[in-house]
């Protein structure tokens, strides 16, 4: 898991949000962040896209957790309620996984442990492994 660690730190979008890599386990990720005011749409709720970003890192970190490379081909976010606090959550399960496809689920929570978003999302499998190689 160190190689997968290392390669989700390299993320840098999700580094300067703030979002950090709680735990990585096969086809299973936590990330959790911080809300601080430039994660705030013009209305003062937490942005979308924030939260989009927030759950595609867990959903990145979980399904790279095999070694191999794997990019998003499809995702959707649907939104439930506004954050009640400046802790999010984003909790990744896969679904299910073949020799090339995997489908994943995300869980966005607040601090206070309300649901705030769902987010599905199905990846590529690469023949390239993580840290170089084939």
Excluded: W
Excluded at 56 to 82: E, K, M
């Amino acid at each position: 898991m160190d190689a997968i660690v290392a390669q989700m730190e390299k993320d840098a979008f999700a580094k300067h949000l703030g979002i950090e890599l709680v735990e990585v386990k096969p086809g299973r990720a936590t990330v959790r962040m911080t809300v601080a005011g430039e994660h705030c749409n013009s209305v003062g709720m937490v942005h979308g896209g924030v939260m989009f970003t927030l759950a595609d890192y867990a959903f990145a970190a979980a399904c790279n957790s095999y070694g191999t490379v794997a990019v998003a081909i499809n995702c959707h976010i649907s939104y439930l309620r506004p954050p009640k606090d400046e802790r999010l959550v984003a909790e990744a399960t896969e679904v299910s996984k073949s020799r090339r496809l995997g489908t994943y689920d995300v869980k966005v929570t607040d601090g206070a442990g309300n649901l705030v978003a769902t987010f599905q999302g199905m990846a590529f499998r690469k023949e390239e492994v993580i840290g170089g190689g084939a």
